[in-house]
């Protein structure tokens, strides 16, 4: 299914972007408006996938599994929960 593109963006550019962006999207017989897209997706995806995404190797993700396994100390988090607190009001976490 082909989406409709029903948004704009604007964009300013100093005359030597303006003739770098011309002469790349001419470089690979495209628009400008075509190269910038695909050029700014292609960095978008990647940015996006170091927060979604990250690759283990067997061995590393079997200890990653096994730290997220692990049961927690919540002994000294409970001891800092019992403290005054530092503004003068108590602090009740979420359930």
Avoid: C, W, Y
């Avoid at 005359?15 to 495209?30: F, G, K, Y």
């Avoid at 190269?35 to 996006?48: G, I, K, N, P």
């Avoid at 979604?52 to 800092?80: I, N």
């Amino acid at each position: 299914m082909i989406e409709t593109k029903t948004r704009r963006i604007n964009l300013r550019t100093t005359p030597h972007e303006d003739t770098v962006l011309h002469e790349a999207a001419a470089a690979t017989d495209t628009t400008v408006s075509a190269f910038v897209m695909d050029t700014a997706l292609a960095r978008a995806q990647e940015v996006l996938a170091d927060r979604t995404e990250f690759p283990l190797t067997s061995e590393q993700f079997d200890a990653f599994q096994q730290a997220l396994d692990t049961p927690v100390d919540t002994g000294r988090l409970a001891a800092l929960f019992a403290r005054p607190a530092v503004f003068g009001q108590p602090f009740h976490p979420q359930s």
